[in-house]
Structures are given as structure tokens and as C-alpha cells.
């Protein structure tokens, strides 16, 4: 749950926040988390509304910005670079529009489906492949030198 906050939120802080708080709703409806159908689900949910609701409150799309073009990039043969990678890659998520952001990090991240997803967050199978597939290609525009998964792995049916 803290990996996906952190991807959804891109501060650790306010992921152990978020974390909290969600873990904190459960506890208070745990009849009906311990009736849901999977109560990890469940409380994924909490999660997510819960960071699309600040993202709301915030009124802006991303807490971080885009790296600078002009900044130099580590050599490929540095021992570090995939966490440069990986700090790029979250700082391009967080470029993304909350609900396509949550989009790419459930079905990434998480694994899930398409239908999956579009029961998470009450929206249409073919939404979420609409967002998935902008989100992906917006991602592409921004890292066009990272491997980001081809539109061909986004065709997979629900997980």
C-alpha cells in the first residue's frame, strides 16, 4: 500500500499519511471490509479515493516537476542509475492528470486488469484503456529514452 501511495502522491511523508489514514477507514468499517469480496481491494480503494481526494484539494496535477532538459544524465555503466531511473520515472508519473496517474500505477504496479480497474475506480473498461493508453504515450513523450511498455502489452485481458 505505501508503494502505491508513494507513486500516487511522489512523497513519502504524505504516502505513510495516506497509508495511515486508509488502514484507519478499514478499521472503522470492518464489518464491511471483512465482507467485501477482497478485502485487499477494499482498502485499495480507500487508498486511492483518498489521494485522488488531495489531489483535488490541492488543484494541481503533480507535486514534483519534470526534470530540467539541460540536467546531464548518469553514465549506463553507473551502479545507480536505475534509481535515477526509477526517480524519473515517478517524477514523469506525477506529470500525469491524477486519474490516468492511478490508472498506469494499478495495472503496473498492482497488476490489475482492466475490468479490475474499472470496478476500483466505478469508470468503463474502455476508459481505462483510453487512460492507460494516453497515459503510456505521454510517458513515452516524456522519457523517450526509457524503456516504457509497448501499447502491445496493454492489450492483455483482466488479470
Known sequence: MFRTAYVLTGDAHTAEDLVQEALERACRHWR?????EVPEAYVRRILV???????????????RT?????????DPRDAY???????????ALHTLPMGMRTVVVLYYLHDLGDREIAQTL?????AVRSQLARGLAKLRAALPRQDVPSASSTSREGA
Open 122 to 126: 466505478d469508470i468503463s473498461p474502455g
Open 66 to 74: 519534470a526534470p530540467e532538459p539541460g540536467v546531464e544524465h548518469p
Open 49 to 63: 479515493n483518498l489521494a485522488n481526494d488531495r489531489w483535488r484539494r490541492l488543484n494541481r496535477p503533480g507535486e
Open 81 to 91: 542509475r536505475s534509481v535515477d531511473l526509477r526517480a524519473e520515472l515517478v517524477a
Open 32 to 36: 464491511r471490509v471483512a465482507r467485501a
